[in-house]
Each structure stands twice: as structure tokens, then as C-alpha cells.
């Protein structure tokens, strides 16, 4: 856990603390190592299969484990071959890559995978699904400060919906979207939240803060994040944690959150 001092926050009655889940290991990051864990143990040692695009943190995650668990790995990935650095690491790490058109992306049909590849689990993309969720859930026991928000990123909405599901009486989570139009994460959260059985009216989800959408900048959100670097000497990702905080920001100049707030990086 790591204090912000920031005179902004501070004016507005904001104690600002950075739960680092990113600090973890260069390849598997806290978050997704909390999201697969679960998935690890129902694959039960059967391949683990997964989804997701050639520049996909998750695809490396998944890899990554499955070399180090000595489990096998396959990614669907959507889109021609690529030479990314996720594709390679993946790749490095024995994962079968299996290319899909973008049609054939979004059918997501698990049919002719199954006669292709056997019995496999599957895992959704981004690590989407109730033993995802009861990973995330695990985070708020390990934070010991007493906080009253918790602010994270938006993507699938799966850490949204696990760390709602296990905060305590009077404490929030608000998550940021990173996508445009991601008002649907509303639902997306409510369907997780009950599927892992662990429903909660806790946390909202912000709309304003995705600069032109998934992956997408700003010069105001470049400002921001090279602002921040310097005044706190912490990198933001651009992709999500920039936008959470530029939010998280926004929202306690407007006096909309107070108190002690816990920001996740993942
Ligand atoms: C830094 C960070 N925050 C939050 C998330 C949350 O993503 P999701 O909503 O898919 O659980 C991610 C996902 O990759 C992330 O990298």
C-alpha cells in the first residue's frame, strides 16, 4: 500500500492510497493472477482456454501460468498473426495460438474448439466469469487501512464485481470505464456479481472518463499521467489506471467522494 500526498485531494478531504497488485511479477500482475487462480483450479489440470487480442495482458497472463503450473494453454486470438510482444511471450511460454477471424471472434462458437482441442476450460476473455470474480473478492481482506472507497479500472467489470462483493458496511466501489459507451458494464457487473452468488448494491460505475475509448488518449489525459509521474514518481498505464485516477481526480474536486480512498493498480 502506497500514500498519495496531493494537495488537490487533500483540499478535498481525500486520503489517497494505491493498493500496487501490479508490483506482483512483471508477468502476472496481482489482478490477473487473482482472476485465473480459481480457473486454475477448476481446469482441474485439463488445457486451460482463453480468449483475446494479439496486445492482450490477459493472454500473456494465462501463458505465463501455464508454463510456470505446468498446465497446457490456448488462446484464441482475434485477428491475423501479429508479431506483438504479447503474442511472442505467449508463444515462449507454450501456449497454442489458435488465430480467428474477428466474426468468428465475436461467435465465441466453443464447438468446433472442442473437437479441435478436447476437453478443455474455458475462460472468458479477460478472465471473465464467477471464478474470476471470487479471486477479485479476495482482495479487500488483504488491505489493513480502514478506507471508505475503492476505485478501480473497468475493462470486463470482474474486479468491479468481486471487490464490491466483499467490501464491508458503508464502504463503496466505484469503477471507471475504459471502454466508450460502457454503460452496458452495468449489467455485466450484476450478471458476475450473481453467478459467483454474491450480489451487492455497493458500486457504481463512471461513464465520462474513457478519452474516445478502449486503448484510446488524450492530449488532457497525457498531461495528466505525465503530471502525475512527476509529481508522485508512480507510471500509470494508459490504458486503464490514467483514466481511473484522472476520474478519481474529477470526482473529488466535485466532492463526490471523501475520505479514504484506495486506488488499485493492476
Ligand atoms: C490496471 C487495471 N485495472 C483494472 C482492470 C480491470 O479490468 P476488469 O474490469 O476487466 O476486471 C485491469 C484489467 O486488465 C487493469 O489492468
Sequence with gaps: MQEIADDRLAAAGVRLLLQRDDLRHPELPGGKWRKLKHNLDAAGGRPILTFGGAWSNHIRATAFLGHERGFPTIGVIRGEER???????????????????????????????????????????????????????????????????????????????????????????????????????????????????????????????????YARRTPALDAFLDDFRVRHDVVLDRVYEAKMMYGLFELAARREITGTVVALLA
Design 83 to 213: 508479431p506483438t510482444p504479447v503474442l511472442a511471450s505467449a508463444a515462449q511460454h507454450g501456449m497454442t495460438l489458435r488465430y480467428v477471424t474477428r466474426g468468428e471472434y465475436r461467435a465465441k462458437d466453443v464447438a468446433p474448439l472442442r473437437d479441435e482441442f478436447g476437453d478443455f476450460h474455458l475462460v472468458p476473455e479477460g478472465g471473465a466469469n464467477a471464478y474470476g470474480v471470487r479471486g477479485c473478492a479476495e482482495l479487500p481482506a488483504e488491505i489493513d487501512e480502514d478506507f471508505d472507497v475503492f476505485c478501480c479500472a473497468a475493462g470486463t467489470g470482474t474486479m468491479l464485481a468481486g471487490v464490491a462483493s466483499a467490501l464491508r458496511p458503508g464502504q463503496r466501489a466505484i469503477g471507471f470505464s475504459v471502454l466508450k459507451g460502457g454503460a452496458f458494464l452495468r449489467d455485466d457487473v450484476a450478471r458476475l456479481q450473481e453467478s459467483a452468488g454474491a450480489p451487492s448494491r455497493n458500486w457504481s460505475i463512471e461513464t465520462e472518463f474513457h478519452f474516445g475509448g
